[in-house]
């Protein structure tokens, strides 16, 4: 039987209990602003102003991350008569001033203000006024590389609300859209626009119609790793700037118009509710042959499928024809949602030995 001696085994613990010690105060302070900035290079810097920032957003301290723990709990050698005094003054609704943060990314940290954070976390606040001076990431990573587009295109557009992107250079994508639409605003109205007017104009006429228009057609579910920004920026660029022709999607056409000024006019038209979903119809026939005595129970059950319109009992070399009729997204090709549907719906039908599948080309259908 092997033998441990308290030589062998006292350092594995020992290395044990420090790296558990390690993690633990890991966890029991705020994050160090000086070392995230050294970490990301962050050194160059932006003002932001006064606005309100969501307390769960501030993870750290500029210089005192060691008096609180990450919940902004303050240390036991840290006096509570000052917190107490700051809940005090905010439970009767006095104005204290703005705190004071640093901004790397998506993340603070307190230069001045650190009780005030406290309390207002204690007294169950979402959100603080801080004045904000942003440090920017100089690192080339490609999650530092697409934050500074980001920042320039916020800075540049200030719009109300946020535009999340995925991939690098679609920003820059946008601004050029907005400088287009500027433009021709300009020479529609033969008057001077600055830029961010045409920011505003550019999101409410045409970002924000044609995102609800991919949102209407339940687009993004086939791209989970995606925004309604990023799908925005593919279909608007291939459309409007390289009018390329696309395997997928030769519908879109009859939907949204190859000019986004056009687009712009054809929406303005239009309230939000009448905006078109980016679906279109497919037409197809199955052919079926089926085991002796099958036939009739077969007709039943596919004349239950609300895809189906008609079913036939013919003779001749197949036994059954089957009308469907199937909707897809403009993103997604004819034969996978057929070949789908077929394979899920029709041939795991007990009695179904055969089937051919037949897309029409081009049709003629007669009114009764």
Do not use: C
Not at 48 to 61: D, K
Not at 152 to 180: C, S, V
Not at 229 to 237: E, N, V
Not at 352 to 360: E, M
């Amino acid at each position: 039987m092997d033998t441990f001696s308290s030589k062998s085994t006292k350092p594995g613990w020992l290395s044990k209990l420090g790296l558990f010690r390690k993690h633990r105060r890991k966890r029991d302070v705020l994050k160090s602003f000086k070392e995230d900035q050294q970490r990301e290079a962050a050194f160059d810097t932006r003002a932001r102003g006064i606005r309100p920032v969501a307390l769960n957003q501030i993870v750290g301290s500029v210089g005192r991350y060691l008096d609180f723990d990450d919940s902004f709990n303050p240390k036991q050698h840290i006096p509570q008569d000052r917190l107490q005094a700051i809940k005090n003054a905010m439970r009767g609704g006095k104005s204290l001033p703005p705190v004071k943060l640093y901004q790397i990314k998506d993340e603070y940290y307190v230069l001045d203000g650190n009780h005030r954070i406290a309390a207002a976390k204690e007294l169950g606040w979402q959100d603080i006024d801080a004045r904000i001076v942003e440090f920017i990431p100089s690192k080339n990573t490609i999650e530092n590389i697409l934050y500074r587009e980001k920042t320039e295109f916020d800075d540049r557009t200030q719009l109300p609300a946020t535009i999340r992107l995925t991939e690098i250079g679609q920003y820059p994508y946008l601004l050029k859209q907005i400088a287009d639409h500027k433009l021709y605003l300009e020479e529609e109205s033969e008057n001077s626009i600055n830029f961010l007017m045409a920011a505003k104009d550019w999101y409410r006429s045409i970002f924000s119609p044609m995102a609800a228009i991919i949102e209407k057609g339940r687009i993004i579910e086939s791209f989970p790793q995606r925004t309604l920004a990023d799908l925005y920026t593919y279909i608007s660029y291939y459309h409007w700037d390289q009018g390329r022709q696309r395997r997928y999607g030769i519908g879109i056409d009859q939907l949204i118009p190859n000019n986004m000024e056009e687009f712009r006019r054809k929406m303005a038209e239009k309230k939000g509710y009448e905006y078109p979903e980016m679906k279109r119809s497919i037409i197809t026939y199955v052919l079926m042959t089926t085991k002796a005595k099958n036939e009739y129970k077969l007709l039943d059950k596919l004349f239950e499928l609300k895809e189906v319109k008609e079913v036939h009992s013919v003779h001749g070399s197949f036994d059954i024809i089957v009308k469907i009729i199937l909707t897809r997204d403009l993103l997604s090709s004819d034969a996978e949602i057929i070949g789908r549907f077929v394979h899920e719906n029709i041939r795991q039908m007990p009695g179904v030995i055969t089937t051919q599948t037949l897309i029409p080309g081009r049709s003629k259908i007669k009114e009764n």
